[in-house]
């Protein structure tokens, strides 16, 4: 089961790093730290009528945290508050054994970690700091 | 007296039980000893019952096995009496005893040291603490291969110092604290001396007469004990002066309604019923302990974690954080591995059924000295064998094909 965590998919995910970096002028940045083993991400959000127009990540972390900011890199923009709070709570869903099909093709990736628990935290410290962002950016 | 590794193991069930388990993680945990599991069946089964309250024969026996406990762990001290061993839940609970009880009788102003390598247990009640009394905290820098930077002690541990609180060794560097000129600068201040010796215990017996320390705390369950209980030790004149931290059952002298007189240690520190059967365990291991050959044990346990620096030593993007050479440390190696997370090293070593540990090892404030988020850490027992060293040494092999 461990060497099936890190298939091929999880791996490429993780090196596109897709939306690292800062932005110049975030309406909203959020930091998530892992009190467990010390990872930090940061997200810097735009808004454009409450939803995400731009948003860049860094990642202080392994690689399935560097994998899930990655897939919210790619896919995030368009999102509001409700759906970044609703799109956690499908993570955590899909890690807990839901059979549901994720919002994000990339998201079944993550379905091997799902035995290990102390593991999900570096899954969904991403999708944390996210809706931490916006609903930092919504509230100014 | 000889030694044998493979002789060692039998003593410690659950490795009868994982035959392919490689064991590496000592320093969270070590595993339980034979003696230690037959002292709670024993306990458990023949004498159970509540301590220091009952007058039948049942109570007596409870009585009797849980102050020999406290000669056992006073012995392994080599501590002037029993009454100087109070039992705990753990080193955490320990410090934090000490943080309350020592800790309340400081004013605004007065000052703590610490060092950078401590364990959070042995930093985040001190920073508590400084929140209700308003008492500074000053740290002892780390030098770049991890050891106490003690160059400018006399700076660091000023008159104003009441308590300097150290590590005995570090959980993540393996590095022993030279205490003597630590102990020197703290007596000078008339500062009280607090080591934490969660790491120590457990790689031979400690002798607090020598080290001329205040207090020492420590857990069970890293001593091959069962979990749950851990020792503080105070020199008599230093828990006498101490008031009581948690009140309850056990540690009184006279309940009015009005107001209470407290026993003398070490019960004033022991309110509620105390872990029995996990104290009994404790006392058991150490006494089995300590009848250990730990001079061939070292040479053991150096040899293994010398093989295991020679051999990472090679591996490319390979970054210690720790002294390299074996002298004053302890078989405990942490170390980074470049683009490779610790969390997922560790991930692949578990499927060479390698237990090893990923992370910051609750030590922040040294990651941060050291530039890193965390590390991986292998720390080793005398049960360990070259053949355990060898498949971590695989495993990082085959983690760096993976990941990379």
Known sequence: MNEDLYQQAILDLAKSADGAGRLAAPDGTAQGDSPLCGDRVRMDVKLDGGRIAALAHEVKGCLLCRAAAAAIGRHAAGLDAAQAAELRAEVAALLSGADAAPAWPELKCFEPVRPHRNRHGCVLLPFDTLRDAIEKAAGR | MKFSAHEWRGHFPLLANHPRLHYLDNAATGQLCA??????????????????RGTYKLAEAADA???????????????????????????????????????????AGDEVVLSLAEHHSNLVPWQMLRGRRGVALRFIRLADDGRL??????????????????????????????????????????????????????????????????????????????????????RAEALAALPPFLGGGGMIG?????????????????????????????????????????????????????????GLAVLPGLTFLGPREMTER????????????????????????????????????????????????????PYNTEADVDALLEGLKDAQRKLK
């Open chain 2, 149 to 234: 930077d003690l160059a400018r002690l006399d700076e660091i541990v000023t008159p104003r110092c009441r308590l300097v609180a150290v590590t005995h060794a570090s959980n993540v560097t393996g590095a022993v604290s030279d205490l003597v000129p630590i102990v020197a600068a703290a007596r000078a201040a008339g500062a009280r001396v607090l080591v934490d010796g969660a790491q120590m215990v457990q790689h031979g017996p400690v002798d607090v007469a020598a080290l001329d320390a205040d207090f020492y705390a420590f857990s069970g369950h890293k001593a091959f004990a069962p979990n749950g209980v851990g020792v503080l030790w105070g």
């Open chain 2, 330 to 381: 302890l078989p405990i190696v942490a170390f980074n591995l470049a683009g490779i997370h610790p969390h997922d090293a560790c991930q692949v070593l578990d499927a060479h059924h390698v237990a090893v540990r990923g992370g910051h090892h609750c030590a922040q404030p040294l990651m941060d000295r050291f530039g890193v988020e965390g590390a991986v850490r292998a720390s080793l027992a």
């Open chain 2, 254 to 310: 006279r309940v009015t309604a009005e107001e209470t007189t407290y026993a003398a240690p070490p019960r004033r520190f022991e309110a509620g019923t105390p872990p029995i059967a996990q104290a009994v365990a404790l006392g058991a291991a150490l006494d089995w302990l300590r009848a250990q050959p730990w001079e061939a044990m070292r040479a053991h346990t150096t040899h293994l974690a010398q093989r295991l620096l020679d």
């Open chain 2, 35 to 52: 003696a230690a599991f037959d002292a709670v069946t024993h306990h458990e089964l023949t004498q159970r019952a509540n301590v220091l």
């Open chain 2, 65 to 107: 096995a849980y102050e020999q406990a406290r000669r056992q762990a006073a012995a392994y001290l080599n501590a002037a009496s029993a009454d100087e061993v109070v039992f705990t839940s753990g080193t955490t609970a320990a410090i934090n005893l000490v943080a309350h009880a020592f800790g309340d009788t400081l004013q």
